[in-house]
T-cell receptor, first 115, second 114 residues
Framework: DGGITQSPKYLFRKEGQNVTLSCEQN?????MYWYRQDPGQGLRLIYY???????QKGDIAEGYSVSREKKESFPLTVTSAQKNPTAFYLC??????????????FGPGTRLTVL | AQSVTQPDIHITVSEGASLELRCNYS??????LFWYVQSPGQGLQLLLK??????LVQGIKGFEAEFKRSQSSFNLRKPSVHWSDAAEYFC????????????FGTGTQLKVEL
């Protein structure tokens, strides 16, 4: 079955540590996205990528980094510079390159908690 | 700038009753509109989308939404709610003139009473 997988489902981090969240898709989609979800705030775009080895900042990119070395993979690193990283992180992908009009399909999410 | 407002944070309905979730948007041209549903601790699933044509859009799980340009609204409806519909619902707006992103509303939490 085609879809988006995110791992791990739950992640705990100590303050000052970097952590990397995994996102893989086998839908052969061109574009991939990372969102952060906090209670009562909806989804906020962190980064997106429309092509391998290229990515763009979203609204809240500070303290995060990404890479896109393969079409199917788009890992997100939460660095120690992110002051409030505890949140639910969602990865998504879309078939085309039109970020603001193509349907986005979401993975199951990773819940990150900073201890 | 594009924006989405979901005025109701929480809604409670009885099983079998009808449902309407409100979504108001701001966008400078004809928008692309989406409704997603999220079960607790899960990702988002697309219910339906609108970008042109018939203003009444049918989606999965018996949901429909109506695009009303004059009211800048895209309300989600279901004639008879099932207990399994309890979840959080998000409206999103995008379009070719709105910058390179989808903008999501803050969500409406639906509770279904048996």
């Amino acid at each position: 079955d085609g879809g988006i997988t995110q791992s791990p489902k739950y992640l705990f981090r100590k303050e000052g540590q970097n952590v990397t969240l995994s996102c893989e898709q086998n839908l052969n989609h061109d574009a991939m996205y990372w969102y952060r979800q906090d209670p009562g705030q909806g989804l906020r775009l962190i980064y997106y990528s429309q092509i391998v080895n290229d990515f763009q900042k979203g609204d809240i990119a500070e303290g995060y980094s990404v890479s896109r070395e393969k079409k199917e993979s788009f890992p997100l690193t939460v660095t120690s510079a992110q002051k409030n990283p505890t949140a639910f992180y969602l990865c998504a992908s879309s078939q085309g390159l039109a970020v603001s009009t193509d349907t986005q399909y979401f993975g199951p999410g990773t819940r990150l908690t900073v201890l | 700038a594009q924006s989405v407002t979901q005025p109701d944070i929480h809604i409670t309905v009885s099983e079998g009753a009808s449902l309407e979730l409100r979504c108001n948007y701001s966008y400078g041209a004809t928008p692309y509109l989406f409704w997603y549903v999220q079960s607790p601790g899960q990702g988002l699933q697309l219910l339906l989308k609108y970008f042109s044509g018939d203003t009444l859009v049918q989606g999965i799980k018996g949901f429909e939404a109506e695009f009303k340009r004059s009211q800048s609204s895209f309300n989600l409806r279901k004639p008879s709610v099932h207990w399994s519909d309890a979840a959080e619902y998000f409206c999103a707006v995008g379009g070719p003139r709105g910058g390179n992103k989808l903008t999501f509303g803050t969500g409406t939490q639906l509770k279904v009473e048996l």
